[in-house]
């Protein structure tokens, strides 16, 4: 699985450089893993999960297409002080990966960036396949896209997704299971905000 992954991969992203690479209006930015994060909010946690590899295709500065990988072991919780709730915190780490998104299973999530139509100013109206746990829907929202020389920044207004959509039932309220016996649900909807930093190449 992760062999075809990255074969996938390299082979998108040598046809995007390449193609960047042939036509001057065509350009090619790889994102910066170490800057950019996606923040996520459900019920009463919150925090963060990673980027493994990613890009952007601009046309003429403007974003036209882009593949972007998350590392779903990578989820982490940013809610509760890791000195004070240590054991809980690894609780909810491991619950999250390992029971609700099965990460061992799907270790990646990837964004398609199909289109992105200017609004105003520098917000776009990003949309795209989202795949996750083995099932692609489509998602869109908008975005403040930014391009300063060889640097360019994106930062999401956030926006919700049903996690039941991509068939993550654990503790949902549509779908309790039935070896929960205090009957603990977690809400469906999870909000999302993407900070992204890509380097031209």
């Not at 779903?72 to 240590?86: A, C």
């Not at 795209?128 to 998602?139: A, L, P």
Request: glycine residues 6%; aromatic residues 12%; hydrophobic residues 35%.
């Amino acid at each position: 699985m992760k062999k075809l992954l990255y074969i996938l991969l390299l082979f998108l992203f040598t046809g995007y450089i390449s193609r960047a690479q042939e036509d001057d209006k065509f350009s090619f930015y790889r994102v910066d893993t170490l800057k950019s994060k996606i923040l996520w909010k459900c019920d009463k946690h919150n925090g963060l999960i990673k980027l493994q590899d990613g890009g952007f295709v601009l046309e003429n500065d403007q974003p036209v297409g882009g593949l972007f990988v998350i590392d779903v072991h990578s989820i982490k919780d940013l809610d509760m002080d890791t000195k004070q709730y240590g054991t809980a915190v690894m609780i909810l780490e491991n619950t999250l990966k390992n029971e609700f998104f099965e990460a061992d299973k799907y270790p990646y999530a990837i964004f398609m960036l199909e289109d992105a139509y200017h609004l105003t100013g520098d917000t776009y109206q990003l949309i795209g396949d989202f795949t996750m746990h083995g099932i692609t829907n489509c998602v869109s929202f908008k975005a403040h896209i930014k391009v300063e020389g060889d640097l360019l920044t994106m930062t999401s207004e956030k926006f919700s997704i049903d996690r039941t959509d991509w068939g993550v039932y654990r503790m949902s309220p549509k779908r309790p299971y039935s070896d929960d016996e205090n009957g603990w649900t977690v809400p469906d909807e999870i909000d999302l905000k993407i900070e992204l930093t890509a380097k031209r190449e």
